[in-house]
């Protein structure tokens, strides 16, 4: 306790300042030392020597640091100092005046027998950097227990410590808390660091209340230097072909370094040799080590003065590669020139270089003619006029590889990467030529990540120079990012006629690569400002448009000028106008149009061509007015009309305005001149309106109308002379309309002998079935037809005059009221004309197509000839020497009368019809049909004449609606049923329409081809009796048994028999088909007779032992049909279908018969 | 006027455009001159400052009072203005650029003279302009621009009948 109240007084008496006033100042040198720090209640017990020794060194070893505790003693009016380390002791005592006394090291030794407090172990140095001071304390005896607070402080002074009076550090230091690292360790840190001035330091610790101060140490961080080990080694090739090992240090460039390297044989037994201490970064090796267990490493320190040994780098080992590259990656630019050298170790033996092959990418093999064989083990291949390097995924080089002759490569690969480094820089001068802007894009750069772009450039004091070489004075420009990897920098102010040489610098870890230099001078880059003050305005008289402008400022150089312009509308055309005389303000430019309001922009460029077009000015409008007096007066003509009442004739003059080519560019009014044939003249005003009306009273009279405007009265005019005795002289004999389409009307005229001299004619027309007014137009006297373009409605009527216009006076007009259509009734003949050849020439093809068809068919009818036996009305028929077919079918009589004969019994499919004819020709047809039937039944007519008969009647309806089917071309055996029909019917042809309701589910084929084209409806009240018969013969029960489609108009076969039978005329092929009579409609598609008045006579087992097969092959059928064909009760009327001309109709009709 | 015929040092001249590689002709050298000087009267006129109507005493380092007549004259004279400039207290970027000018303005000059065989230039002997344009800065400034307009005027009538040194 005693001795913290002393601590006390001594802080209250700011031992401090007294400390730093009377302790000489010891200099920290580049390695560790002890320092002392003492307490105050000791320093009263330690004797002070007297005499003054000059400082001494210990010698190696004599003054221990790290175990002897070093005694510093003090009094409260003397100071002992002491610094001391494995060299020397350095003590001084102090007095409170200024005397100061050195002690050697013997006399250190008595002191330090004496207890002292505390003593650290202190190692201070400066970062590589110079940036920062860092002093490690360790505490290497400590009498004091608890927490320690360390604090470093610290003053600047680059005078000498001699003349530093001391009391001025009061209050003039910084503080660095020092941070505890270990348990003894602190670390304190000097930031901001300025390496070549001389710092004074001490340390402060605090024991809870009690203080220890340390001497005072001087410092100059430069002489204490510890560098940053040395990073990066690698193998590179000298330019001798000798192997060297690289490094590289993050020193900065304000001192240099020295380097040390040490190999090892084996690093396990750490027998580290110096080798050899360089001053370069690199050192060269012997090639018999490449592929060694040798292990490297190098330290560096100052070259100059006191400092530090870097730590030793990271080990490097020269059998890690077993191929090595040098280099191992190579940056370059677009069609430059590299080489790349290689060793190669295979398995510790060096591959001899002519066994080298290199390889590109892994695919290409680069020609051996690139090869270079620098001696037994190095091989060297040059790449010539290299081309950007694609990027293939995320690989930016192209790899290159050393392999061996035996197409063997180690995985290993040297990186080549080539840059397109052709960056267009452009720059632009403002029109102030004050400021340069240049611009560039760099997106080719972009593709090697990592890359720093920057413009540097160098300016000749004028003009250009042809250097292209980077001169040394070269500066860096800030540019700035603009987006879309586009750069700007900005030059400002700027030497107008200087060359800028300008170049993008690209540094990457790789390299640096710089683009072409550009030499741009600002006064050839320049873009004016646009001419100011333009005006634009139609000259009055000359009808030109005048362009003036005010020079832009600072056009100092001879400047040519555009002039673009244009009528003033929504969609703008700009005609441009080039003016290079100098000096030049204004420009005349002839337009076509002077009416109009122009818009008119101008520009400029330096007259040579160089540099930039400027912005187009703001735009000048010109002004409509009027430019010249009108050129002509309009056209005009007039209106006779008569007033009963005051019996005096009124004339209306009326005219077209003027347009604006003509009037330039208005008519603020009109004038009309009277003359009389007494020469009486005058004039009367027409502010507004195109009309005028005024008493006719003289014999004659000639008017004159001129337009007028603010410059003048037009010269050239119209008059039109009007004369009583003139009216009647009619010199137009025939007048003709002819109308080409309803916008044109062509009018020919005819003039009789000419005995008055034509001025000129005046047209009218009009529509007189339209209260529509009057038109007109001047036409020169020199023509006889003129072409009117109007909207005209051909069917109506239209009135024509032709009025002959004489000096003297208007004569009498020749008028028509029609058009004259020759011309379009020979045009529609055109069509007749090439229509009727076609039709002749139809008529005889199928005049000859029926003639061949006639024979045809008589050909066939004689080779098939019935057999008269069961064709009643083949009897009596002589075939032998028939007369006509009208004869054959005659003799029967009850034949129809009309009946074309089928072209080949085998191949027809034919649908019956049974229609109600609503004509008078087809009811006699049909009643015909009714008679045969009925004859069928009764007599027992052979059922092949019948079917015959209803054939031709179904043809017949067929030739009526065009919708029965014939499979004439299918070679199938289909017979055809007979239809018994109800004599009385009179409603078999109730419905020709909804045909879309047939019978296709009548057929049991799913695969049937026929369609149903009838309506099941026309069955609805037909009683019709309908059989179809299945064959008998029991070798055929496979044979489909199709019910026919069934319509009003007949049956239609089904046209799939080619896949059902074969061809051929076999009989036992045919196919027969079954009539259900009294057909009803349910709903569904098929029909079933009821009231037959015919029943069949078959024996329906047989008959029903084929449906049963019907029924098997139609599982899709109506269900309604399948349980009327299920059971026997359900069919009540069969009536035999019998074939014709076929045997095994007799056949069947014979069985028939037997059966009944 | 002087015309000396080719002074052997002027030999030492005729490299300068051989430095600059491609030859420059001597007609573009004279517009370019020519133009540089209308663009500084411009900028003098841009500075907006009155027109000196008076005789301003105590200016006398001054020069503009005498017509040039020859290329070193020139060049003496605009380099006199330089450094007058340099003193005044001009805006940064007008006065920056009247410089810049001046300077191409100079070394146009120096070529004009190479081509034409001329001597170099010698350098004006000037004191400290320092005070005494602290004296009355806008009197040394309207002064110096009033007769740098006219030494300029001067320049562009010398240029057109500039036919040697």
């Known amino acids: 306790m005693y001795w913290q109240k002393v601590l006390t007084v001594f802080l209250h008496l700011d031992f401090l300042q007294m400390a730093v006033a009377h302790c000489l100042v010891h200099h920290i040198p580049p390695w560790s030392f002890t320092l002392p720090c003492m307490s105050p209640n000791e320093t009263s017990i330690i004797p002070v020597p007297s005499g003054v020794v000059e400082t001494s060194s210990c010698l190696n070893g004599g003054c221990g640091m790290a175990d002897t505790n070093p005694m510093v003693g003090v009094t409260n009016q003397s100071f002992l100092c002491c ?43 400066t970062k590589g950097d110079l940036e920062q001071l860092v002093c490690i304390l360790k505490l290497s005896k400590s009498h004091v227990n608890g927490d320690l607070k360390v604090h470093l402080l610290y003053a600047l002074s680059d005078l000498l410590l001699e003349d530093i009076p001391t009391s001025s550090l009061k209050g003039n230091y910084m503080v660095s808390h020092c941070a505890c690292k270990e348990h003894d360790k602190y670390e304190c840190h000097i930031p901001s660091l300025k390496p070549s001035y001389t710092y004074i330091l001490w340390l402060k610790i605090t024991n809870g209340a009690t203080t220890l101060q340390s001497p005072l140490l001087l410092v100059t961080p430069i002489n204490i230097v510890k560098p940053e080990p040395p990073l990066n080694l690698q193998l590179e090739m000298t330019d001798k072909w000798q192997v060297k090992i690289c490094w590289s240090s993050l020193v ?44 490297v490493q190098v330290r560096c320190k100052r070259l100059h003065g006191l400092g530090f040994w870097s730590e030793w780098s990271t080990p490097y080992s020269l059998n890690t590669e077993e191929v090595m590259y040098f280099p191992r990656k190579i940056l370059t630019s677009v069609g430059s020139n590299v080489s790349f050298h290689c060793i190669y170790i295979n398995k510790n033996q060096i591959v001899l270089s002519k066994k080298i092959v290199w390889w590109l990418n892994l695919a290409e093999e680069i020609p051996e003619s690139q090869y270079t064989l620098v001696n037994d083990h190095i091989s060297k291949v040059t790449l010539f006029n290299l081309n950007a390097t694609k990027p293939r995924g995320t690989f930016f080089y192209n790899a290159l590889y050393c392999c061996h002759q035996s197409r063997e490569c180690h995985h290993r690969y040297a990186e080549l990467y080539v840059v397109d480094v052709n960056i267009n820089i452009t720059c632009e001068t403002d029109g102030y030529l004050t400021k340069m802007t240049c611009r560039w894009s760099a997106n080719t750069i972009m593709l090697l990540m990592g890359s720093s772009l920057q413009l540097r450039y160098y300016r000749s004091s004028i003009y250009c120079s042809d250097f292209q070489s980077e001169p040394l004075k070269s500066e860096v420009k800030e540019c700035h990012l603009q987006g879309n990897h586009s750069y700007e920098c900005t030059f400002q102010p700027i030497f107008l006629l200087s060359g800028y040489t300008m170049w993008i610098e690209i540094k990457h870890l790789l390299g640096t690569l710089q683009s072409p230099p550009t030499c741009v001078i600002p006064a050839d880059v320049v873009k004016p400002f646009p001419p100011s003050s333009v005006k634009a305005e139609i000259t009055k008289n000359v009808g030109l448009l005048n362009v003036s402008w005010t020079n832009p400022a600072f056009a100092t150089i001879e400047l040519k000028f555009q002039i673009q312009y244009a009528v003033k509308r929504k969609e703008i055309t700009w005609e441009t106008y080039e003016v290079s005389k100098a000096p030049t303000k204004s420009v005349l430019i002839k337009v076509p149009d ?80 009277h003359r009389t044939s007494e020469n009486m003249t005058w ?14 009273t003289e014999q004659a009279h000639t008017i004159t109308i001129l337009a007028i405007n603010s410059v003048g009265a037009s010269l050239v005019n119209f008059y039109l002379p009007l004369s009583q005795q003139m009216s009647t002289v009619n010199t137009v004999q025939s007048l003709a309309a002819y109308p080409v389409n309803s916008s044109c009307v062509i009018l020919t005229w005819t003039l009789s002998p000419p005995t008055y001299v034509i001025k000129s004619f005046v047209i009218e027309w009009k529509n007189l079935n339209e209260e529509e007014g009057m038109k007109w137009m001047h036409l020169p006297p020199n023509i006889s037809k003129c072409y009117i373009y109007d909207h005209f409605i051909l069917i109506q009527k239209y009135q024509f005059s032709l009025y002959p216009i004489f000096p003297e006076g208007v004569g009498k007009p020749k008028t028509t009221d029609q058009f004259i259509k020759d011309e379009s009734e020979k045009q529609n003949n055109v069509g007749l004309y090439m229509i009727l050849p076609i039709v002749i020439l139809s008529s005889v093809l199928l005049l000859g197509m029926l003639l061949i068809s006639h024979q045809r068919m008589k050909k066939l009818f004689w080779e098939d000839v019935p057999n008269p036996k069961n064709c009643s009305w083949a009897q009596g028929v002589n075939f032998q020497k028939p007369e006509t077919f009208e004869h054959l079918f005659i003799k029967h009589p009850g034949a129809v009368s ?62 009526h609606d065009g919708q029965v089917k014939e499979g004439d071309t299918r070679q199938s055996n289909i017979k055809y049923a007979t239809i018994i029909s109800n004599s009385k019917s009179n409603g078999l042809y109730e419905q020709q329409n909804n045909l879309s309701s047939s019978f296709v589910g009548c057929f049991p084929g799913e695969d049937s081809l026929v369609t149903a084209p009838f309506s099941s409806s026309s069955w609805e009240v037909g009683n019709d009796a309908l059989l179809v018969l299945p064959d008998q013969h029991p070798c055929q029960p496979s044979k489909t048994l199709s019910l026919s489609r069934v319509s009003s108009e007949g049956f239609s076969e089904p046209s799939n028999q080619d896949d059902t039978f074969p061809d051929g005329d076999s009989p036992e092929q045919s196919l027969y088909y079954l009539g259900l009579t009294s057909i009803k409609k349910k709903g569904n598609d098929i029909f079933l007779t009821e009231n037959s008045r015919v029943m069949p006579k078959l024996d329906t087992h047989d008959v029903f ?41 007799v056949k069947l009709q014979e069985m028939t018969e037997n059966k009944t | 006027m002087r015309c000396p015929g080719l002074p052997l040092c002027g030999l030492l001249w005729l490299g300068l455009p051989l430095l600059y590689g491609r030859p420059v002709k001597i007609d573009k050298v004279k517009a370019d001159a020519k133009n540089l000087t209308r663009t500084l009267i411009a900028r003098i006129q841009e500075l907006q400052l009155l027109p000196v109507n008076l005789k301003v005493s105590g200016l006398d380092f001054l020069p503009g009072e005498r017509p040039l007549e020859s290329l070193e004259a020139m060049d003496a004279t605009l380099q006199v203005f330089q450094r007058v400039l340099a003193g005044l207290p001009l805006d940064a970027v007008p006065g920056a650029q009247l410089a810049n000018d001046m300077e191409n303005l100079r070394s146009l000059l120096r070529l004009l003279g190479a081509h034409l065989g001329c001597a170099p230039p010698a350098a004006p002997a000037l004191g400290n302009l320092t005070d005494l344009l602290a004296e009355a800065p806008y009197s040394a400034a309207a002064v110096a621009l009033d007769r740098l307009h006219k030494s300029l005027h001067g320049i562009t009538k010398h240029l057109d009948q500039l036919r040697c040194c």
Not at chain 1, 265 to 286: G, P
Not at chain 1, 686 to 696: A, E, K, L, M
Not at chain 1, 1106 to 1125: A, R
Not at chain 1, 1138 to 1143: G, H, I, R, T, W
């Open chain 1, 252 to 295: 900065l460039a304000s001192y240099a370094l020295q380097y040390e390297v040490k190999f090892s044989v084996n690093s396990t037994q750490n027998t580290w040799q110096v080798v050899k201490t360089v001053l370069e970064n690199s050192l060269t090796i012997d090639d018999t080590l490449l592929g060694s267990s040798y292990l």
């Open chain 1, 594 to 673: 002077l009416c109009v309001v122009y818009i008119v922009q101008v520009r400029c460029i330096g007259v040579d061509g160089v540099g930039y077009w400027s912005d187009w000015s703001k735009s000048a409008f010109t002004v409509v007015k009027d430019v010249k007096a009108p050129l002509k007066g309009p056209e005009f003509w007039r209106i006779i009309t008569e007033d009963p009442i005051k019996k005096q004739k009124n004339i209306t003059l009326f005219w077209k305005p003027l347009i604006k080519n003509y009037s330039l560019c208005s008519v603020s009014r009109y004038m009309i001149e």
């Open chain 1, 898 to 959: 009309f009946g074309p004969l089928l072209l080949e019994p085998e191949i027809v499919l034919e649908d019956i019809s049974v229609a109600k004819a609503l004509k008078n020709e087809d009811k006699q047809d049909f009643f015909a049909v009714n008679s045969v039937f009925t004859k069928i039944q009764d007599s027992e007519h052979d059922s092949a004449c019948s079917s015959s008969h209803f054939n031709s009647n179904s043809l017949s309806g067929e030739s």
């Open chain 1, 683 to 696: 004039s009367e005003y027409v502010d507004s309106g195109t009309t005028y009306t005024f008493p006719w």
């Open chain 1, 1105 to 1145: 032992k084929d449906l049963g097969f019907f029924q098997d092959s139609s599982s899709n059928l109506n269900p309604f049909i399948k349980n009327n064909l299920k059971y026997e009760t359900s069919v009540k009327t069969f009536i035999p279908y019998m074939p014709q001309f076929q045997s095994t109709s």
């Open chain 1, 83 to 125: 610094l001391w380390n494995d060299i020397n002791i350095n003590c001084s005592l102090y007095k409170s005046s200024t005397e100061t006394k050195s002690f050697i090291s013997t006399e250190i030794s008595v002191l330090a027998s004496l207890h002292t407090d505390l003593s650290w172990n202190t190692e201070c140095w």
